[in-house]
């Protein structure tokens, strides 16, 4: 085993672990051979999941703990001494100790979040980590960031979050060159925070790798236009529930239209091979796995509700970032960006946070 | 015409005016006996246009002038002498000499504010207005503002747009007792700025009437969990657009899907009517008319893209606001909230803006 490259996994992290994290898991497996995983949680309640998959025993290191962290729990109590050695914390730990390539859970975002930054740290010369997210848009798949790390972010930060946000993309997304740009509003005399403006003039005048494209509104997002779109953590939080909110309104009044009349069933019937490409391609399982990015190792965060197809994805995804140039990009375009910095005395550096 | 209550309308603002600006005066005036119009813009090309509606000439009194405002102008020079006296100017103009309960118009959004701005001014004790508009529910209608008046809002602009919005959605939405919350992110350790968190605390310890329900998340506001969202300008505005793109990237795709096989086809057909009942909640005609609200004065602006539907639905929010108790409301509330402003040295008070 000691060739594969190796996944750390909370088996206790989720609203159906650990029987979907296992599924997830085996789904995974079977399409990647190079890879084995480090599982983390209940060994008693774990084994037999692990044991009922052909071959996947063999690729499955088990560390055992009984502590779990909950889903309702307090980020600051997870970092308490009862929340060492819980089967997040312990996920996390291995990608510290260097023995996983990445971590995955679908437990307490925000205990995570907390775990990860003082496992992990800042990687150095970054501001602050962020959390990326996959966006379903008419052509594809777009990746947004800040979604909710921290609550405001300054130039300085939109253009870190930029450059981690074009590396992403072409770890996981595989675009060759994806292109970048600020969310912004769109009325005339109104061109956004002072935040937004200096970091497009940033992101102009810096002497990066990237494909920048100045502005966007909230609707170019779902239209495809960018690859990447760098905004705040609070704006970003509020966008993407926002557009969850509106895109499960939206389908449950078509599923209540079709189903609320003999006709509309029987035409449903017949549309349904239609019916089912247009659910596939909105499938929010098919972009699960949001990332905390700028921490010295890959976090993958799943939703707390994916089934075993959406686990599947967010592995994915951490295997994606575990082999990607991920770390040596970013630390290619943060030496670019501080030759950049010097003519600019305003951009704050913050010796607390940089850490 | 003297007993009438008066709306003035810009004839010339919108993509496609004048001619569906006229037709959608004639809806409304068809089923709203009781008002009369002042239509401003170009005579020539407005009378023939009025005149092929039977018994509307007689309620138009028409307001000659040949210039307009282009919709990319900028608002800056739509203050300039240039703009004054423009059919957008003179429309807003009505409102300030109280000729007009309200005044209409689908053209550039940034100079209508700025004009009604300069033209109208803050009602006395606000800090600033806000644009609010309706959004589309689950269960019907909600309101959100700020829109993007205004990039920020301190913890006292975001307890007067709470006010406001309430006041609109009981003279618009005719909602007898709406509720309201703010809107902030969800994260267990991020409870969100500083300004949502004393704004709530504002707004729990003031002897307001409202029905102040807390927090909401984004997607709370399409699941129709309160009657009226309260945001800064640059988070709602984003949050709209975002949900509009998300919208149409949907029914796109449902489209999309169902025109691509005869089976889709086919089973489209027979599903129609469910198709359309469908399409019938969604139709943003019913929820257009945005409002500048904290102004002497009411001012809506249509979407500038509105067809005959639309801009009818934007008169008749201006005739419900015109018909309100609303500037008597926000008085009684912000007279409430003085007395409670005392405990609270740190809440800003900007003479310049207050005006």
């Known amino acids: 085993m000691t060739s594969r490259k190796l996944i750390s996994i909370d088996g206790m992290g989720g609203d159906n672990a ?18 084995g995983f480090i599982l983390h949680g209940d060994e008693q309640r774990l084994r037999p999941l692990v044991e009922a998959h052909a071959g996947l025993p063999a690729r499955v290191e088990f560390r055992h703990t009984d502590k779990t962290i909950a889903m309702d729990e307090k980020p600051s109590q997870a970092l308490r001494p009862k929340g060492r050695n819980s089967s997040m914390w312990n996920a996390v730990e291995a990608v510290r100790a260097h023995e996983a390539v990445a971590a995955v859970s679908a437990g307490n975002t925000g205990a995570l979040m907390a775990i990860s930054k003082l496992a992990l740290r ?39 979050f930029a450059i981690m946000g074009v590396a992403f993309a072409r770890a996981v997304h595989h675009k060759p060159r994806p292109s970048v740009a600020l969310l912004n509003i769109g009325s005339e005399d109104l061109k956004g925070h002072d935040a937004v403006r200096e970091a497009a003039r940033l992101l102009r005048a810096a002497d ?9 509104e909230g609707a170019d997002i779902s239209e495809g236009a960018v690859d990447v779109v760098v905004t705040d953590g609070f704006t970003g939080n ?28 029987l035409g449903a019937a017949i549309a349904m091979p239609a019916l089912r490409s247009f659910r596939d391609r909105l499938d929010p399982r098919r972009v699960n796995g949001a990332v905390f990015l700028g921490l010295n190792g890959v976090v993958v965060k799943s939703h707390g509700g994916a089934d075993a197809v959406g686990f599947r994805h967010a592995i994915e995804v951490a295997a994606d970032m575990g082999e990607s140039r991920f770390s040596a990009e970013i630390s290619a375009q943060l030496a670019r960006l501080k030759t950049e910095e010097l003519p600019f005395p305003d951009a704050p550096v913050n010796e607390e946070t940089a850490k």
């Open 208 to 216: 990066l790798d990237l494909d920048f494209r100045g502005f966007v």
């Open 238 to 265: 509020v966008a993407l529930k926002t557009a969850e909110g509106v895109a499960k309104m939206v389908t449950d009044l078509l599923r209540e239209a079709l189903t609320s009349s003999t006709r509309g069933k």
């Open 122 to 160: 800042t990687v150095e010369g970054l501001h602050r980590p962020a959390l990326v997210g996959s966006w379903p848009t008419r052509s594809g798949v777009a990746a947004v960031l800040d979604l909710g790390a921290d609550i405001t972010a300054d130039a300085t930060q939109l253009v870190e």
């Open 18 to 35: 650990p029987g979907v994290v296992i599924d997830g898991l085996a789904a995974f497996a079977s399409s990647h051979p190079a890879f």
